[in-house]
């Protein structure tokens, strides 16, 4: 108890001067970062300084345009960084290539140079993709800085969904830069390459940037969206150069070249100066040794926060949640922004919110007006927000490319900056927190993306087939595309005449087509507290159901909304401000049936297999939690349709006898098989490098006709969507840890993840063995309730004794 | 298992309609499908009994068929001649041969216009939407001739577009009913991704759907083609098949050479290259005297004045005042007011005046403070203003001056 005491004083310690002696100086983030490494030496677990390193440097190239030099010049741009120069050079040489350095590096213009410099010479014409249309407005700014600066005279302009009808033409026409996003490459340029015709014919350079976001589903697309684009570059008789840009990652050659179909050049050595990196990996403390339980990230987070605000330091607070960023922010301006006559120094920042709300606040960061910015991975791309000083992540982002990426906020003036890493109670970050050198020495991940999935695929066929029709002996990605062609003839939408496919259908086949998901529309949120209708969030279908369902405290800006309406056809939440002290939390139960397996492996009593599986989420209801006790206060049902998906699992089974034999009590193998499902699925994130969510998680019969699920009691349920089951009522019971690939029809992650079947479940029994806990911890097995000492049996043990019989007769 | 079998299963889960009901697969490995099964894909799923279906005709006889003539492979044409004085529904095509016709836009004259209608696998646009049926119609001595050019075969296309665009040499302008956003724009995509010089733009175009919602669209419930000919023209279609069908028409016939339904879409085409040709001279008359057509006199009069001709526009007012709502009043009273014909725009505000139409009154106090200076009068008005800073202060001036003090401050009484 003395331990819980000294913490909770403490937490008032946050406004101390710091010593003298510290031997930081007088710079303000060296003497917090050595303040904090003393003062809680007992949470830091590993700690990192990555020294400052000087800049390599080469002259202006001498082939460069003399009005780009003189731009340059007036820019105060009067030599090169070495990697903007190997850049010139690939582009010289005609060479596609990925260009890989820091935040603030100059990377924009290792394809400026080149771009405006055969705009100047050859009326070249360059298309600029990047992820997101606030990407897109900062890109134009600075081309048209450099313009002004050296009177250029190059035409820039954006052409997104905000590009109004009238202007369209201009853009299309006069435009030497056009800078736009994936989506409407897709939906908007390339159904409609005629009009473009013109640019297409002078188009010499396509430029790529942010290329690590296009991974996974996502990326899978983009990659088919380029291969169009180089479809219809073919039939204007162009051949772009591509330059991709791109945070680290393990792969970014391999991903540039899947992306593209063709070899890149990777310049990867950054010659940009940097400040000085302190990183400090932060546990919280234990509160409760029996459970296991340790103070909360957010509350440690929100400490590191208000000391590095107080001393005058610009901080970023990142968050793995929306509705984390919501509660932080509370928890934050709660303590700056009391006073409401003055100008807020904290706010939040995150997806949903309105365009010009997000433009607002990225104004004010880089004006230095708000001193604390909380968001989730929203600002982790390159927006413009200027010169941060500290970067906290509240919870390991789940990626250590993405930490990195978050990390790279702070510090970039070349000023020394700050980072800590608070661990959250998930496996993952204990495990992280626990092994600093694992963290510390590992490469960043790879990003996968699988072009060639059959309905990425199709879908983009069909996109082509409209914009051109398909030759006889013509390719497009590595499946048989005569077979596609021919599928498609059959549904009617081509109709092959001689040697080519042509379209056959009164549709658009671009518009049914999302890149980013299989969202179908995203949903607005109304306030009607004032009797209006004012807009004021907007939420992806995909986060919907667990977000406005009818009842849930839906935050902005940290002000409670109560969902009292939701049109799920007319995509609209109905929602008035309100006052209570609790936030809403869905619970989801997920129904599981396997169609098909494609491979088994059999080993002894246990068995593993892959194939294809149906699942039925239901979001059953909610539960109330109160603020800063984060208890329990109540539930709320939740009415809407259930969401369908079939995808590729890996799942694990016992045979029945043996499990029957060594766990008697089926409560006792039900709480088993929960806890070890939580751990491997931790652990396979971990194996595969994949993000927690890309994997979804079930336990269950493989029958739909039963799941299991935590109750509210702590224990394991068996459930149907009807109700609870008592599990000594059912017939033979064969329960199985389901992991699977959390996109319809997958994305390629179960077959690597069957190769990897035992290291899931030896690295699940090892995480599980080695956690300090007693009974279970939500470190292990996930979060145990305190009358779980009564069970007489933990959970822990449990969940071990099923890992041991999935282990089998391992070597 | 097969890809196509693959594809069903993953969009059946996944939301999507597959293209057509696959038998489950055996456990295990499914075999390779059958030839019967790759025959029945090949059939496709749109097929019906084969004795149903007439079997597909050869070109020849499918141009007989229309009507028509084989002009080139993939290609038919099929001509009408209609001679001038016939009538096309109460209309009589005779006008097309008297001269120009004014618009408040432009003078043309019918006699060396295109008339321009296209049929098209699509509305949604983009490079996969296709004309298939190109109608033009222009008059040729006493008659009007219509050519509509037929695609039989994708690989007719360039020719289609090179033979249609030879028969505009000559031509002064051309004449659409939404050309500008629809008809024009996708003959260009067609020509490029074909490779043909895109003769159709180069002409002057005249798009009938802008006068047409100019005049009528406060008038009408819609102002779709077949409204404006009903309207206007009196011509009324029996047996007409609706313009939506024609993608599927053709489709039928691209897929399974089922030509059935052909000669209803070319005769529908056909109506509307002669209505598009009556419309021309019927629509400028409707400019020059809306009132007769119901028109929205009001709009055609801002036309006009937009266009230069302020004396038409003012003479269409004045003479359809009878008609006029307070809105087309108070424009005639604004006219009125500008040339200081003060008696004329006076009569008008006090009518509506009379109505509490509040503008008028605002216009009558006015008048009275400024022009005739009669500041009880106008106080009267003003008196009828609802509040607000504006009117309260013209009241407040309006109460000095007609009491006979000087405007400006209020006096202190006290002092």
Redesign the interface.
Known sequence: MARIGADLNSEFDDRADFPGTLTGGEDPVRRLAEWLAHKYKSRITGQLLVPARPGRYAPLPDDLDPRLKTALTGRGIAQLYSHQQAAWEAARAGRHMVVVTPTASGKTLCYNLPVLHDALNHQAKALYLFPTKALSQDQVAEILELNAAGELGVRAYTFDGDTPGDARKAVRTRGDIVVSNPDMLHQGILPHHTKWAQFFENLRYVVIDEMHTYRGVFGSHVANVIRRLRRICRFYNADPLFILCSATIANPAELAEQLLGEQVVAITESGAPQGEKHLLLWNPPVINPDLGIRASARSQSTRVARMAVRNGLKTIVFAQTRLMVEVLTKYLKDVFDKDPRKPPRVAAYRGGYLPTERRATEKKLRAGNIHCVITTSALELGVDIGALDVCILTGYPGTIAGTWQRLGRAGRRQRPALGVLVASSQPLDQYIIRNPEFFLGASPEHARIDPDQLLILLDHVRCAAFELPFQQGERFGKENLEELLGYLEEEGILHKEGARWHWTADSYPANAVSLRSVAEGNFVVVDITDGGQNIVAEVDFSSAPMTIYEGAIYMVQASPYQVERLDWVGRKAFVRRTRVDYYTDAIDYTKLKILDDFERDRDGQAECARGEVHLVRRIAGYKKIRYYTHENIGYGNINLPDQEMHTTSVWWQVAPEALAEALPSRQEALDGFLGAAYAMHHVAALTMMCEPHDLGRAVGDGDATWFATVGANGRGQLRSFEGELNPEAQGRFRPAVFLYDNYPGGVGISAPLFDQRRAVVHGARELIGACDCLYGCPACVGPILASDEVRGYSPKSASLKVLELLHANVP | MS??S??N???????TAP??PTPPAA?GQPPAPSFAERVR??Q???ERPAAKRPARMAPEELALHLGGELLAPGVILIERRVELPAAHGGYALSTLAQGPVAYPEAEVDPAGMIFLDTET????????T?VFLLGLGRVEGRDLVIRQYFLS???GEATLLDAAGEWLNGAEGMVTYNGKRFDL?LL??RC??AGVRDRFVELPHLDLLYPTRRAFSSRWEDCRLVTAEQRLLRFFRENDLPGSEA??SW?SF??FGDAARLPAVAKHNYWDILSLAALLPALSAVHDEPGAWEADILAVARAHQREGDEAKGFALLRRHRAVLDAEGLMELAALYRRGEEWSQACLIWEMLAERDHMEAVERLAKYHEHVRRDFASALRYAERLPPGPHHDRRRERLRERSSGRPAGRTPERNL
């Open positions: 890809l196509k693959r594809l299963t993953l969009r059946q889960q996944s939301g293209a057509s456990s894909r090949l496709g799923p749109f696998t699509g509305l949604a646009g983009g490079s996969g296709t075969a994708f690989s724009p260009t995509t490029r991704l993608p599927e489709f691209i897929h």
